[in-house]
């Protein structure tokens, strides 16, 4: 079973501490608590590192020489409380000599409807729309 803790710290700030004792520090971003991660963009950096997690470990399986791995996470809130995201694009940028298009493109596509776990719970939440593009390595 997953597991997080949360500890207030003072004012708006709070230490979150994963199952494996990684931290990280959350605020709420007005003059005082400006210092930490806003907690809904962690779930934006969440969709990004679980998928890119997958792109990787697929890409590498399928031996494409992956060199560098970039994910753009933008969402689109509802205006008012609780400001849900409805729209979420992921623009992955993919470094590499000789990759594949369609091993790329295969391998989004497997994190996104199999393997992705953060993807999986915000599916029927959220409109989850992709891209890619591909960029050789600088010689």
């Keep these: 079973m997953a ?4 500890k207030w710290i ?3 700030e709070f230490a979150g501490t994963d ?4 931290s990280l520090i959350m605020s709420s971003q007005d003059e005082k608590n400006a210092t930490g991660l806003k907690p809904s963009e962690l779930l934006l950096l ?12 697929i890409l590498k399986k399928r031996r494409q020489n992956l060199t560098g791995l970039e994910i753009s996470v933008t969402g689109e809130q509802d205006p008012d409380p609780p400001w849900a995201f409805r729209k979420i694009r992921l623009e992955y940028a993919l470094r590499g000599t000789e990759l594949s298009e369609l091993a790329v493109e ?6 996104e409807e199999k393997f992705c776990s953060v993807g999986a719970t915000l599916s029927g939440v959220a409109e989850v729309t992709s891209s890619f593009t591909i960029v050789g390595d600088e010689t």
Excluded at 46 to 57: E, I, R
Aim: glycine share 18%; hydrophobic share 35%.
């Design 46 to 57: 969440a969709l990004g590192g679980c998928t890119g997690l997958d792109v990787v470990s």
């Design 19 to 22: 199952s494996t004792k990684h």
């Design 106 to 111: 295969q391998a989004i596509q497997l994190s």
């Design 3 to 6: 597991q997080a803790k949360v």
């Design 10 to 12: 003072g004012e708006g």
